[in-house]
């Protein structure tokens, strides 16, 4: 599909509105985490099964982000596109106002259903109104509202939820909703329909089984202890089972669910990897430095998201810095930049102490989100500079759904080693707690943990977990920034955007 320049004329009123859709989905991904406590009071539901509130938009939003492409194709962009947001809003809606656990669940599933396609749509309709010497600028914007919605999430949810209660969670997205929808049908143009193939279904259920049970695996393994539960062997024995067959499928049928044309261009196939890793750095950071402020440091969750807000504020910098290079300067240099600035936050954060100052939060943060905002942009641009207009909308859902399958594994992985190394540390550290120790039997460590007294030992033992706890995170942001590094190399297979354009026409390629 080329530039579409019916729509290209109304170009700037359907970026607003492409940009409020991926902003309302991505902020979905985090905002109701910190409301999970007071749903669970209000709907009357236990820990287990509040979580749901959570596995239920993230299994119902992976397993419909791939079949975009063919919905586009077959029933028109702009008709998916507004279905998505109107269906969306109404789910929203329906959340708030949920009565019990049950109907929370069900609703979740629905707002999944219908926000898988908003951030994939919203790309390929930017990548369609923009000419190519501007995707670039195209990308900062739309990789404003991916990149900064799941890191604001938290902090407009907590403030929300302190302000008025967590049902105002859902409801924010209603003026929302309504804005983009009447937007896009008032400017967006619709595309030619393609309805000569039929729907791969053996390939959209495989795929779906396959995306279903990891994604139930990696939020319920924390929980159930992981591979020492039936219920999570039976899930990874299904998903590889699901996956093995969809890969064969794909290699072996006309038309598969996914083409195989995708992973023949280099530069989507390396994006691919890139988006993967830059899923995994993102969404698990802020796992991890969430807990850190409240837990370790006992920040309460307004004050917890004020800290950690200006990560966005770096994110939105650099997109909009890199908007401007990207036509000028190589790509592949801005990425590399990129990963040398989240590197060198992640290492400095592998030395926080549970007493970092909030300056040290805040510049970190501030540096960690400049890093990430110069990767993604090229990373988008340069991923789709050499794809064919026809396998954009396919290419950007896949896009995304390999970033939440980074996001989702990266969490999983870094909270199993954060428990499992505190209790590593705790039974280490515990080692040098006893009546042999001197420094425990100083006039003022023995005052403060008396280790004759049950409340004494009680102070005692919390220090220890602090401490093996602090030992923890430390260890956690030092593998991503061994991880971050490990990606440099990547850099090297992508191919510039111009390089196959004569000297006179390179500039007007540079993307």
């Not at 309504?178 to 393609?194: C, N, P, R, V, Y």
């Not at 006039?443 to 220890?464: F, H, I, M």
Request: with cysteine.
């Amino acid at each position: 599909m080329a530039e579409d320049t019916s729509s290209a004329n109304n170009r700037g009123i359907i970026t607003v509105c492409v940009m409020l859709a991926t902003i309302m989905q991505a902020l979905d991904t985090t905002i109701a985490n910190v409301a999970l406590p007071y749903m669970q009071g209000t709907l009357s539901a236990t820990l287990d099964q509040v979580n749901w509130v959570l596995t239920s938009y993230i299994v119902a939003s992976a397993i419909m982000t791939p079949p975009t492409g063919w919905l586009a194709d077959h029933f028109g962009r702009k008709r998916l596109f507004i279905t998505s947001v109107i269906g969306f809003t109404i789910a929203s809606v329906l959340c708030g106002l949920a009565g019990s656990i049950e109907q929370m669940v069900v609703f979740r599933l629905l707002q999944g259903v219908f926000g898988a396609s908003l951030v994939p749509l919203s790309q390929a309709v930017l990548f369609d109104i923009y000419p190519k010497e501007r995707h670039g600028s195209a990308m900062a914007l739309w990789g404003v509202g991916v990149m900064v919605g799941p890191i604001l999430g938290p902090t407009l949810g907590g403030y929300l939820t302190d302000a008025f209660n967590w049902r105002w969670v859902f409801y924010i997205n209603v003026p929302v909703g309504i804005l983009t929808a009447m937007g896009l049908s008032s400017f967006m143009k619709e595309t030619k329909l393609q309805a000569s193939s039929g729907f791969d279904w053996y390939g959209f259920t495989t795929l779906s089984v396959a995306i279903g049970c990891l994604q139930m695996m990696l939020d319920r393994g924390e929980q159930l202890d992981w591979f020492s539960s039936g219920e999570i062997i039976m899930e990874g024995v299904i998903s590889m089972t699901a996956l093995y067959l969809f890969i064969v499928h794909m290699l072996t049928a006309p038309r598969p669910f996914i083409s195989l044309a995708l992973f023949r261009d280099r530069n989507f196939a390396t994006g691919l990897l890139f988006i993967f890793i830059l899923g995994l750095l993102l969404l698990a950071t802020m796992a991890l430095i969430t807990p850190f402020v409240q837990n370790l440091m006992g920040f309460p969750v307004v004050t917890a998201g004020l800290v950690l807000s200006p990560r966005g504020l770096g994110t939105m910098a650099a997109m909009m810095a890199v908007g401007q290079l990207i036509g000028r300067v190589d790509p592949r240099w801005l990425i590399s930049v990129g990963l040398g600035f989240t590197a060198w936050s992640l290492y400095a954060m592998s030395s926080y102490t549970a007493d970092v100052s909030m300056q040290s939060l805040v510049w970190t943060g501030v540096i960690q989100g400049l890093g990430l905002g110069f990767i993604f942009v090229p990373l988008s641009t340069i991923s789709f500079a050499t794809l064919p207009p026809e396998l954009r909308t396919q290419g950007t859902a896949l896009f995304s759904l390999i970033r939440n399958v980074g996001s989702s594994i990266g969490i999983s992985v870094v909270i199993f080693l954060l428990a499992r190394n505190t209790q590593i540390n705790h039974a280490e550290l515990s080692e040098s707690v006893n009546a042999f120790n001197p420094n425990l039997h100083l006039p003022k460590v023995a005052q403060l943990w008396d280790t004759a007294s049950q409340g004494g030992r009680d102070l005692l033992n919390n220090e220890v977990t602090r401490q093996a706890s602090t030992i923890s995170y430390a260890n956690d942001f030092y593998l991503m920034t061994i991880i971050t590094l490990a990606a440099l190399p990547l850099v090297l297979i992508l191919r510039r955007p111009q390089s196959r354009a004569k000297p006179a026409a390179a500039a007007a390629h540079m993307d």
